[in-house]
């Protein structure tokens, strides 16, 4: 069976179950515990719900998706499609579910039971083309090779499945000491500027160092600030989304951020999500104060941040979505997210069904 979850209440009641099906799954991510979850479900105005597969009422969790509405038009969620691939019936909208975390979730997909996940994704796929109401599933960023499983429940002639361009998402596996990083990870030009960087940042007279435990919400609103003054100021309604899983980490323990100071003015800061069971440290957002750029504090935030991750036992230090130069500098290797669309083909369920 498939319990369909549409209410925080619900949601608060079976956080527990959750983090425990989370904790027991080695391709889970923090990108899909209740958290992390929890925070964006409550920063959208979508209608959302998160399916939970079980054997039988009463009976334990074994696999959750959460999933959400999208909006009336696909082509804001299928940037890469052209106007006859997407589905369309006259004198109706084309409706469309995703991932609840997409797009703000790095990585997507599923929180399944090890041992019933065969079972568990052929529920969660069948309540779906029977009990949900939709022309397009999209499946963003899923970083889980359950896709494949869960798509084979999808078959044609009644679905197509359109697979696209992957994405690119570098990490580093980190070694035990931070002397171990920098003589191997490192390109060497890289090496010599992290370590002349370093000293020069930490040399200046003001310098100091905040974390999250001091004050959580204050510096979670001071780094968006270096954030968005780096890279562009966000409209209330987007930046009120970011904040709400921010917040919701911060509360479950799994969010960390370092604001480099000097004296009393913020030069850079990084904001990371811990993912204590997989022992990875996923970088999120980080921002700098450009009037201090001849102190190189994007190499030094992102150094710093590498430092602190092995210090504390992490064994991964994940650069997340996209491909850009600097991180491959820092020694990165690098996976792929991949992005499907399930179109139905044929009719929908009636239009009561939810």
């Known amino acids: 069976m498939v319990e369909v979850i549409r209410d925080f209440a619900g949601l608060t009641a079976f956080e527990g ?4 099906l989370h904790r027991a799954d080695p391709w889970a991510s923090v990108f899909t515990s209740s958290a992390w979850v929890r925070g964006r479900l409550a ?15 009463g009976q334990p969790a074994l696999g959750v998706l959460p999933l959400r509405r999208l909006p009336s038009s696909p082509m804001e969620q299928i940037p890469w499609a052209a106007e006859d691939e997407v589905p369309s019936m006259e004198g109706e909208a084309v409706r469309g579910l995703g991932m609840a975390g997409s797009p703000l979730a790095d990585y997507t997909g599923f929180v399944c039971s090890p ?17 949900l109401d939709w022309r397009y599933l999209v499946l963003l960023d899923v970083l889980d090779p359950r896709l494949d499983a869960f798509l084979s429940h999808f078959p044609e002639p009644e679905f197509r499945i359109e697979r696209r361009p992957s994405t690119p998402c570098p990490y580093l596996t980190l070694p035990p000491s931070w002397e171990a990083y920098l003589d191997k990870g490192p390109r060497p030009r890289l090496r010599r500027e992290i370590r002349h960087d370093l000293r020069a940042m930490e040399g200046l007279g003001g310098f100091r160092r905040t974390s999250i435990q001091e004050g959580g919400q204050r510096q979670i609103e001071i780094l968006l600030d270096l954030w968005q003054g780096r890279w562009g100021f ?3 309604a987007q930046l009120a989304q970011y904040r709400s899983i921010l917040v919701s980490c911060l509360a479950s323990g799994c969010l960390w951020l370092d604001i480099l100071w000097d004296r009393d003015h913020p030069l850079a800061g990084l904001l990371a999500f811990l993912d204590r069971g997989q022992r990875s440290f996923g970088f999120y957002l980080t921002g700098f104060d450009r009037r201090y750029a001849r102190l190189s504090p994007g190499t030094v935030v992102v150094a710093h941040a590498i430092r602190e991750a092995i210090g504390n036992g992490y064994r991964v230090f994940d650069f997340l979505r996209g491909d850009e130069p600097y991180k491959f500098a820092f020694g990165a290797e690098v996976r792929h997210t991949r992005h499907v669309t399930v179109v139905r083909r044929t009719t929908p369920p009636p239009r009561g069904a939810r």
């Open 17 to 20: 179950e959750w983090e425990a």
């Open 234 to 236: 966000l409209p209330e």
């Open 43 to 57: 920063g959208i105005s979508d209608p959302w719900c998160v399916l939970v597969a079980r054997h039988g009422a």
């Open 115 to 131: 041992r019933h996940e065969t079972p568990a994704l052929a529920a969660l796929a069948k309540h779906i083309q029977r009990n």
